[in-house]
């Protein structure tokens, strides 16, 4: 592809710093970040792929989880699951939550309930 004359104002999608691109279709303002880019998007990727196999791990003939579980399964931090274990609220979409005392999960379905 070839060089603009023009010089087109962008903003570095990796540190968000302002460049002036040479085609349209750049995206970031050096190879540097480029890198630095890629990089982070491999990283996440093993991420994603190293926590989908943990989930795959937590069997599903168990009637309870555990609060690390929990944090795998629903993608929120474990003070999330712990305030919502002592104060459940029917507008929190996780209500659905009842414990025991070893602070072990017993996850309810709706038609369960009624």
Do not use: W
């Not at 982070?40 to 003939?61: F, M, V, W, Y």
């Not at 944090?71 to 104060?87: A, H, K």
């Amino acid at each position: 592809m070839g060089y603009s004359k023009l010089k087109i104002p962008k903003v570095c999608e990796h540190c968000g710093k302002q460049f002036e691109a040479k085609t349209v279709i750049t995206r970031f303002c050096s190879k540097e970040c480029g890198h630095k880019a890629d990089n982070a998007r491999k990283k996440a990727g093993r991420k994603d792929a190293k926590q989908q196999e943990l989930i795959a791990k937590i069997p599903n003939n168990r009637p309870y989880i555990s609060i690390s579980e929990a944090v795998l399964l629903f993608g929120i931090s474990r003070d999330t699951i712990y305030r919502l274990v002592e104060n459940p609220t029917q507008t929190d979409p996780l209500s659905l939550i009842q414990t025991d005392p070893p602070l072990r999960f017993k996850l309810t379905h709706p038609a369960d309930s009624n």
